[in-house]
């Protein structure tokens, strides 16, 4: 089974652009979670999506956003970039429908910030 | 804002050795997980352990968590040079597959 995959794998945007970052969780995994890692504050939750529906959200500003498709793909967007935004952003699919399980990562997109 | 904290930040060691890190939270949790992450890539999963259960072995790991003390150690017998990575406990508590992280022991296993 191929693995999580995300494109692409590094990006560099000025502040003030708009960004869009892809995800394909493992065939039958419904579950897409996404993470922001900065060496300052660690790794963060942003928000998970199952069946097209946001279930759960970090504490993060209106900019980030995502969606899920019906093939369970998921994008997320960040706008009016800042330079805080500079981080290796990465997604995670499971199996798992009603609590917490197994998370499987993709290799993470890195995004520069100018 | 992290969950947990984890007890070394960094550890060096030798092939051969056993390393041992800690991992602390704060809330009640239904299950503890530790992933690893090579050089700032992807995180791997290595072991998953629900609150009901004391310890958990897998291969060469071995995870313990003390719910009355809201800490987990991993145990890694026998180290190699690729165990070299950054090891990170998560735990549960934020629902619906969120995990919240520890901000990591950053191991080197030196040949």
């Known amino acids: 089974k191929a693995g999580v995959t995300q494109t692409p794998r590094y990006l560099i945007k000025t502040r003030g652009q708009q960004v869009t970052l892809s995800c394909s969780p493992i065939s039958g995994h419904r579950s897409v979670s996404w993470y922001q890692q900065t060496p300052g504050q660690g790794l963060q939750f942003l928000f998970e999506y199952f069946s097209e529906t946001q279930r759960n959200k970090g504490n993060f500003p209106g900019r980030f956003s995502g969606r899920q498709f019906s093939n369970s793909r998921s994008e997320m967007n960040v706008s009016t970039l800042e330079l805080g935004d500079s981080a290796l952003y990465l997604c995670?699919?499971?199996?798992?429908?009603?609590?917490?399980?197994?998370?499987?990562f993709g290799p993470g997109t890195r995004l520069t910030v100018l | 804002s992290q969950q947990g904290e984890e007890d070394p930040q960094a550890l060096s060691i030798q092939e051969g050795e056993n390393a041992t890190m800690n991992c602390s939270y704060k809330t009640s949790i239904n299950n503890l997980q530790w992933y690893r992450q090579n050089s700032g890539r992807g995180l791997v999963h290595l072991i998953l352990i629900r609150s009901n259960e004391r310890e958990k072995h897998s291969g060469r790991l071995r995870v313990t968590l003390d719910t009355s003390k809201k800490s987990s150690s991993l145990l890694i017998t026998a180290s190699r040079a690729a165990d070299t990575a950054s090891y990170f406990c998560a735990t549960d508590a934020g629902g619906y597959n969120k995990l919240i992280f520890g901000a990591g022991t950053r191991l080197a296993v030196h040949p």
């Open positions: 995670a699919s499971s199996l798992e429908t009603s609590g917490v399980g197994e998370q499987f």
